[in-house]
């Protein structure tokens, strides 16, 4: 017996955010024989593809990081910046 779907949903942070659709896209495409394996076709035709998103409020969404470091601008200005700052030191 396979027990994929155990060992991925006990190494989630939250297993909730693993659903039985992508559960079984995961299990399916991890099958070592290539006979009962799903083939790449058949894994574009997985239920997975057609859920409705699990969609949630901001609020409940447990994200760990602050939405400026989301941003790749946002951390090029403070890049730019340390860099500025690092030049006026150098020529003091």
Request: neutral net charge.
């Amino acid at each position: 017996q396979r027990r994929l779907r155990e060992a991925l949903k006990a190494q989630l942070p939250n297993p909730r955010w693993m659903t039985e659709s992508a559960l079984d896209l995961i299990d399916n495409l991890m099958i070592l024989d290539p006979k009962t394996r799903w083939s790449a076709q058949e894994a574009l035709l997985a239920e997975y593809f057609f859920d409705d998103p699990a969609a949630k409020d901001a609020s409940e969404l447990s994200m760990r990081f602050t939405i400026d470091s989301m941003h790749e601008w946002e951390h090029r200005r403070k890049h730019e910046k340390l860099i500025a700052q690092r030049q006026a030191t150098m020529k003091s």
